[in-house]
């Protein structure tokens, strides 16, 4: 073969050698921007997930009986956040941790000067979906936006159908926390069951009970219903927390209580070794009242329907919490010749959750556990 023939052939193989450089730069960059778009994607899940934590610590606090992380009607790989649950609303609340400028001006909600009426619509169309399936004679559900980083300090303002609050302003927009504690039991219950049922689809024939006119299965308790496990914020007793003026009330009567063994032992004789022994009565009382405080409650406590309980949860503190708390109340007296006792016993006064030092100092609040006619 001579060289003008062969020319050709070399020609083809360097365009060749072109086709399939210029195929392999394609393939890198749809994988630049695959891994771009899933760091997009990672990052706006790790923000609503934040959002969403931000939001049930503020439930919590606020004493709202909730349901996290539930399942959206007839959207398998949606969710909705929160529902917060009362015998006459039901809210239905979008947790939103946006960044950049977001702003409410003339009934337009924009973030970083962009329209969100788009997510104004899902929260509409969530609110309905969950409405749609619940038992008939439920409260109402109303839908909320809740911001979360940027726009956390707006107040609450009503936009195309939906209240969008800042998360500071949260427990101010739903009201005071329900007190119909049996009731409220009974609805979260229904309304669980409701949307499980339609995230695991129809019952099965004979798994079926009524509840308001409408079929509902029993609870499911092993299935995932979107991507974080659903948990449920409902203490198993009451979680208002107490008045400074009820905890004051009750703290008068364990502290008169307390005192009644110096008291008698000083009238009984005036020699020192009586008014010791006394003394040391009554120190040991205190630990035994924080020890209770810790389980089932002081007689003070109980007297007034008082119940100390841990912060995160609402349940019982427990013995040994309450003994290191009645201990980190008893050590501001000597510590600061009293001035720090008296802050930590006022300190509810100012305080968002009504606690004491000692409280914050081991998780503690302390709630009201039933109405009392005093």
């Not at 070794?273 to 002081?298: E, K, P, T, Y």
Request: some cysteine; charged content about 20%; hydrophobic content about 45%.
């Amino acid at each position: 073969m001579s060289d003008r023939e062969g020319q050709p052939s070399s020609a083809h193989a360097g365009r060749g050698a072109d086709e399939q450089a210029r195929r392999a730069a394609s393939r890198v960059e749809r994988l630049r921007a695959q891994l771009a778009s899933a760091e997009r994607q990672q990052q706006a899940w790790e923000a609503g997930g934040e959002g969403e934590r931000l939001v049930a610590r503020a439930l919590r606090e606020a004493c709202w009986p909730a349901l996290h992380d539930q399942a959206w009607p007839g959207r398998p790989r949606a969710n909705i956040d929160h529902v917060a649950l009362s015998l006459s609303r039901i809210w239905m609340i979008d947790a939103k941790h946006w960044s950049g400028d977001v702003t409410i001006r003339q009934g337009v909600l924009r973030q970083n000067g962009y329209r969100r009426t788009d997510y104004l619509e899902k929260a509409r169309d969530a609110a309905e979906a969950m409405a749609s399936v619940l038992p008939a004679a439920s409260p109402r559900v109303a839908p909320m936006i809740c911001l979360t980083q940027s726009g956390r300090d707006l107040p609450a303002t009503l936009v195309d159908g939906v209240i969008v609050v800042g998360v500071t302003h949260l427990s101010r927009a739903l009201g005071p926390a329900p007190e119909e504690y049996e009731e409220l039991a009974g609805l979260v219950a229904d309304v669980r069951e409701s949307l499980h049922r339609e995230a695991v689809g129809p019952p099965r024939h004979g798994a079926v009970r009524a509840t308001g006119g409408r079929p509902v299965t029993p609870p499911v308790t092993s299935t995932a219903t979107s991507r974080r496990t659903p948990s449920m914020s409902l203490p198993s007793q009451a979680t208002r927390l107490a008045p400074w003026g009820l905890r004051a009330r009750a703290t008068v009567v364990d502290w008169a209580l307390m005192a009644l063994p110096l008291i008698a032992a000083s009238t009984a004789s005036p020699s020192g070794d009586l008014d010791m022994i006394g003394g040391w009565v009554w120190l040991l009382l205190i630990f035994v009242f924080a020890w209770m405080n810790g389980r089932h409650g002081s007689p003070g406590k109980r007297l007034f329907g008082l119940r100390v309980a841990r912060a995160k949860d609402g349940t019982r503190l427990g013995g040994w919490r309450g003994l290191l708390r009645g201990f980190l109340l008893l050590l501001t007296l000597p510590a600061t010749a009293g001035l720090l006792f008296v802050i930590s016993l006022l300190w509810p006064l100012v305080d968002r959750r009504k606690q004491t030092l000692h409280d914050k100092a081991v998780g503690a609040v302390v709630t009201v556990t039933r109405a009392v006619g005093m």
